[in-house]
């Protein structure tokens, strides 16, 4: 999943790079210069399989193409400074990534193109207007990402039969993990599970929510993925 969406930035990058604005750039002397924004500092893997796919097109970092890298390292708050930067710089393209740094970016310029990845809604979101007909300037793909909370959880019973009591670890501080809740909600009523939700909202919350999931005898437990969840994995 982790190179197929990278294939898939890439693609969409390359594409946005081929358009009037970059040529004009190229034909100026100017290398293009695309921004990469995260609230959370990806796997080294992940950036790595980015920096492949754009050489496989013939763009190397630092030759003819200069990749400008802002994390938020968790903190969503620093991330309308982070685009204001990558503005500032001028850069031709911003790729994003989750539902936080594209509603940053989208809401700070509506000239730059933007690519998004890892939004599991955008039209909800407000991101574009239809899959088919995004308008504005943003453009990237849907990510499945309540399907695939809930499909966690069947995978958890899967592996355990004997499942009766789930704790579902989460962002409350996140507005969009609610679809992932509802989705987790909806297969646990079909698997007849009790689950029992335990929000976060920053690193200090992590003990209590682990005690308290202990203490209520849930004998396995989910993670909602997000930004913040991520970058505290460990």
Request: glycine share 6%; charged share 20%; aromatic share 6%.
């Amino acid at each position: 999943m982790r190179l197929r969406s990278v294939g898939l930035i890439v693609t969409l990058a390359l594409n946005i790079l081929q358009a009037p604005l970059a040529a004009d750039a190229q034909q100026a002397g100017r290398v293009p210069r695309i921004g990469y924004l995260r609230a959370e500092a990806p796997p080294a893997a992940d950036v790595e399989a980015f920096r492949h796919g754009l050489r496989e097109h013939g763009y190397v970092e630092g030759k003819n193409i200069i990749l400008e890298y802002r994390w938020a390292d968790g903190n969503e708050e620093k991330l309308r400074s982070l685009v204001a930067e990558l503005i500032r710089l001028k850069v031709d393209l911003i790729v994003t990534s989750a539902p936080a740094a594209t509603r940053a970016a989208k809401e700070a310029t509506t000239t730059i193109p933007i690519v998004m990845v890892l939004v599991a809604d955008p039209v909800a979101f407000g991101f574009v207007a239809s899959l088919a007909r995004p308008g504005g300037n943003v453009t990237g793909f849907a990510f499945l990402l309540p399907e695939l909370s809930g499909k966690r959880l069947e995978l958890l019973k899967d592996a355990i039969p004997g499942l009766s009591r789930v704790a579902v670890l989460w962002n409350a501080a996140n507005p969009f993990k609610a679809f992932d809740l509802k989705e987790v909600q909806t297969v646990a009523d079909a698997l007849r599970l009790a689950v029992q939700t335990f929000p976060v909202r920053g690193p200090n919350d992590f003990d209590g929510a682990f005690e308290a999931a202990t203490k209520s005898r849930a004998n396995g437990l989910i993670t909602l993925e997000d930004p913040f969840t991520i970058a505290h994995r460990t």
